[in-house]
């Protein structure tokens, strides 16, 4: 599976668990992975692609986003119905 970004393709990897137990997802921009925590609801599956999609691109664009931040843009965008679209 993967997904595009500014034009960069990022293959999405599902992993078991995560080694925090808080966190669902995680980003390599040098490696163009993203990685999903296997078994997450759909909305949850879907949240977590945005909210790294998010990462990626203000660190591509240097715009410097925190967390909290891409956490709060990610939230609201996907309550406005944006999702990342994914490639099988």
Do not use: F, W
């Not at 990022?10 to 668990?17: A, G, K, P, S, T």
């Amino acid at each position: 599976m993967q997904i595009t970004i500014l034009g960069k393709s990022y293959r999405v990897v599902e992993i078991e668990e995560s080694s925090a137990p808080d966190m669902s997802g995680t980003n390599d921009r040098d490696a163009q992975t993203i990685t999903v925590v296997k078994g997450l609801a759909k909305q949850a599956r879907e949240d977590t692609l945005l909210h790294e999609s998010l990462h990626v691109i203000s660190d591509e664009l240097c715009i410097g986003l925190t967390e909290a931040q891409v956490g709060q843009l990610a939230c609201g965008m996907y309550s406005a119905g944006c999702r990342v679209k994914v490639v099988k």
